[in-house]
């Protein structure tokens, strides 16, 4: 049977034809279409609009693989759109596999793979920025927008309004299961498209919800669940705190029999659980629960889901993530509130936020229904288990000492419960913006400039009161724009724009070429004394780590362990309490080359006045690791980031990605080299998937979705990368020469149980006042590495001291074999001694 790719073209721009193609194909692949996959199929291939909003598991993702098809099949380009690159990586490696990888391109902020391919997969604001640019020339046919509901996000929603307003050509295919009213978007789309716009809403579920109020404790409604087989249950939480310890909790009840043990057991095989809170979760997922959040490493992420798959885990205790597109199949939902903390505020969940949460329940095709269970607020539960203590008895209920609700608690009610049920999703609204880089693509798309902007500004979605402000905005921008001599108008009325800007302006990091311009500032050539630090390759990291944004949990960490170092020093210089407090509001978090950073932020502002929508943010994680000399694993114990593991690794992930994009050859060192290797080889063996996945889509080559075993391929041997496993070495030993320097000896004697720490610092610092610590003390030069055998490496560490004696080794053997096994350096002090 030909390919979906073959039989839409061959059928070209006969909708009949295209119909039949696509329904041949489903019906090969034994997926027969609900009625709304197939009024929605027939409308596209139509050339109609289609607003698709039918609730979760009604196979939303079929028709938007049928809108790609009959795009591509009429000769054109598709776009695919989603909130999130999680979500536009997994369309992209399915689409691959449909449609082959010549034909389907990814375009995120940090990477783009195929991008003039027929099928392109990609953020909203990457398109919303291409139609800013060019218009309706861009080369786009159409557009399928998925998550649409994020039109209405305060933040983010003016990347939805923008391509509806700008690519007149675009058939358009708008998907959610929690829309609302859409009467007023039907009717403009139609307006500027020309085409029909055709609603499709009202589907049936093929797996119906049952909806319940509990008011007894979560673990009773759990056992219940269980004994009744409505499992996999997923514990829906606010917090990843409170999602971990209901998964601690539920430990204490026997969530699986001894043969699902075994079976869990031998699923796992040799994953490597590596991390402080992998081995927490190696000892839950045995016991059949699992725990799934935006703070975890993906390969947790990914190992829960794929147990999950495989009916292993009854339990899986998370947040509400599960309303953006999570891979775990679930047959009842229990929410544990009806309020969240919204980041602002306590307040009661929306209808489309509990719309989405519950329309997760339930897997077509497998369970004849889903369980949406809700539970009462715990002062309630806690009253209801009262009264049934005090049984009929009339005078016992009435002496009964009902709890109230804890002061400024959001709380709910059954009633809460029934109406929220029922309520429609609340009507989506608007959210356009208006900015530098916005302003500056429509300048450069040429042609009646001034026309564009106002059609921008004055025909959009907007009420009138908001137009105005967007036209404000516009004009304010526009005139700093022209006393910064960057746009001219020229006597005929002609709006020019005297800007470079560099291939794909606003598509990729946005503060790239900021940091381009700064690092011109740093001299490769200069040693120690050099601008900021005496660190060139590590003053250039702080650039890049600069225009990165910011990483909030691990930056409150670093400012409170920075902020309790301080407190403790002042007490030891006898500083007074209320001093102290003044003190510590002026210490937050290290900000390397801060002062530098901003002068030239304002220097470069002047002339390149877009820059200011964005902000640059001085910061240390990359460079904090590397000078402290840590692993991952230290790092996330330093800063207590157990449950934010999988925040630090993006984050060290996309240090280390816009490092390699930015940094041009004339400004890399063999030492910021080393440190580049040093730090994709670390993420790479904490998680293979971010390196691996973005490395082999920047070399073009085919990529399968992950649909293996579970136990995922192993990372290849951190001994084999030479380069980043010495500096792994150099690091290890280091480590110790700081440990030393701060007389830390509990920690060296845990690193190193065989040597004697407190007898060979107590002979060194009787012959040197100090142990030094800086740049120097680090060189290459003072650790030397013997490898001449190919099992174990023998490393000789040089202490710097004041009087520059250099007479103390640290002398340290490093297991090959066990370094390989454990995706890090596994190294043994041998001795401490003086030459």
């Given at each position: 049977m030909p390919s979906?790719?073959?039989?839409?073209?061959?059928?070209?721009?006969?909708?009949?034809?295209?119909?039949?193609?696509?329904?041949?194909?489903?019906l090969e692949k034994g997926l027969e279409l609900y009625p709304a996959q197939d009024e929605a199929v027939m409308e596209l291939v139509q050339g109609h609009n289609v607003i698709l909003a039918t609730p979760t598991g009604t196979g939303k993702s079929l028709v938007a693989l049928a809108a790609h098809a009959i795009a591509v099949g009429r000769g054109g380009r598709t776009f695919y759109t989603a909130p999130i690159k999680a979500l536009v990586s997994e369309k992209f490696f399915a689409l691959v596999e449909t449609f082959g990888a010549e034909n389907v391109g990814m375009v995120t902020g940090d990477s783009s793979v195929n991008a003039d391919a027929p099928i392109v997969c990609c953020t909203?604001?990457?398109?919303?920025?291409?139609?800013?640019?060019?218009?309706?020339?861009?080369?786009?046919n159409q557009v399928v927008m998925d998550e649409f509901h994020y039109y209405g996000d305060p933040q983010r929603g003016w990347a939805w309004q923008i391509p509806l307003l700008l690519l007149p050509r675009a058939q358009f295919l708008l998907m959610s299961a929690t829309l609302g009213d859409t009467t007023a978007i039907e009717r403009d789309l139609s307006r500027r498209t020309g085409r029909e716009t055709v609603l499709v809403a009202g589907a049936e579920r093929p797996v119906p919800l049952h909806f319940s109020y509990e008011k007894r404790p979560a673990h009773e409604v759990v056992e219940e669940l269980l004994t009744e087989q409505e499992v996999p249950v997923y514990i829906v939480h606010f917090s990843q705190a409170a999602a971990m310890e209901r998964a601690q909790a539920l430990g204490s009840i026997n969530v699986t029999t001894r043969a699902q043990r075994d079976e869990i057991a031998e699923a796992l095989g040799g994953f490597r659980f590596t991390t402080n809170f992998g081995k927490t979760l190696s000892r839950l997922v045995r016991a059949g629960i699992g725990v799934h959040h935006a703070g975890m490493l993906p390969r947790y992420r990914r190992l829960v889901e794929t147990l999950a798959q495989r009916g292993l885990l009854r339990v899986i205790c998370g947040t509400d993530t599960l309303g953006v597109g999570i891979n775990v199949p679930i047959r009842t939902v229990l929410v544990t509130a009806l309020s969240k903390y919204d980041g602002q505020r306590m307040r009661r969940l929306g209808a489309r936020e509990f719309h989405q949460i519950a329309g997760r329940a339930g897997r077509a095709g497998f369970d004849p229904y889903g369980n949406v269970v809700v539970l009462a607020p715990e002062h309630e539960i806690e009253n209801e288990q009262a009264l049934k203590k005090a049984g009929d008895d009339p005078k016992k209920r009435k002496k009964v000492q009902k709890k109230q609700a804890p002061k400024g608690f959001v709380s709910w009610s059954e009633q809460t419960f029934e109406k929220i049920i029922e309520a429609e999703p609340e009507q989506l609204g608007p959210q356009m913006q208006m900015t530098s880089a916005m302003l500056i693509n429509v300048i450069a798309r040429g042609g009646d400039v001034f026309g564009n902007v106002r059609s921008l500004v004055f025909d959009n979605h907007q009420p009138r009161r908001d137009q105005y402000a967007l036209a404000r905005r516009a004009l304010a921008i526009f005139r700093t724009l022209r006393a910064a001599e960057l746009v001219e108008v020229t006597p005929t009325g002609e709006i020019r724009l005297f800007l470079d800007l560099q291939p794909n302006f606003a598509l990729n990091q946005p503060l790239s070429p900021f940091a381009l311009a700064a690092l011109e500032l740093l001299d490769p050539d200069e040693a120690a004394g050099s601008v900021g630090t005496g660190h060139y390759a590590l003053d250039v990291v702080s650039v890049i780590e600069a225009t990165l944004d910011d990483p909030r949990q691990i930056l409150s960490q670093q400012e409170f362990k920075a902020r309790g170092e301080a407190v403790g020093a002042m007490k030891r210089e006898g500083i007074e309490y209320d001093e102290r407090m003044e003190l510590l509001e002026e210490i937050t978090y290290p900000k390397p080359l801060d002062e530098l950073l901003q002068q030239a932020f304002e220097t470069f502002a002047a002339s390149q006045p877009w820059v200011r929508d964005f902000q640059l943010s001085p910061k240390s994680v990359v460079r904090d690791m590397y000078e402290r000399a840590m692993s991952f694993a230290d790092f996330v114990q330093w800063y207590q980031l157990g449950r934010s593991e999988g925040l630090v690794l993006r984050y060290l992930s996309d240090a280390y990605r816009t490092i390699r994009q930015t940094v041009p050859p004339e400004a890399q060192t063999e030492e910021l080299d080393d440190i580049v290797e040093w730090l994709g080889e670390m993420v790479r063996q904490v998680d293979s998937s971010l390196v691996d996945e973005w490395e082999t889509l920047m070399a073009g080559l085919d990529a399968d979705p992950d649909d293996g075993p579970v136990v995922p391929p192993s990372p290849p041997s951190v001994v084999q990368n030479r380069r980043a496993f010495t500096v792994l070495v150099r690091n290890a030993m280091f480590r110790r020469v700081q440990l030393a320097a701060l007389e830390r000896d509990d920690e060296l004697a845990a690193l190193d149980p065989d040597v004697d720490w407190p007898a060979a610092l107590d002979r060194y610092f009787d012959a040197h006042d100090d142990m030094l610590t800086g740049s120097a003390a680090r060189a290459p030069q003072l650790c030397r590495i013997d490898e001449s055998d190919s099992h174990v490496w023998r490393v000789e560490q040089t202490i710097d001291d004041p009087a520059g004696d250099h007479d103390w080794r640290i002398r340290a053997e490093v297991d090959l074999d066990a370094s390989a096994e454990e995706g890090e350096a596994v190294l043994h002090v041998t001795e401490v001694v003086r030459l």
């Open positions: 979906l790719l073959e039989s839409s073209r061959a059928a070209g721009d006969d909708p009949d034809a295209l119909y039949d193609a696509f329904l041949e194909w489903s909203a604001e990457i398109l919303a920025n291409l139609a800013l640019r060019e218009g309706p020339d861009a080369d786009v």
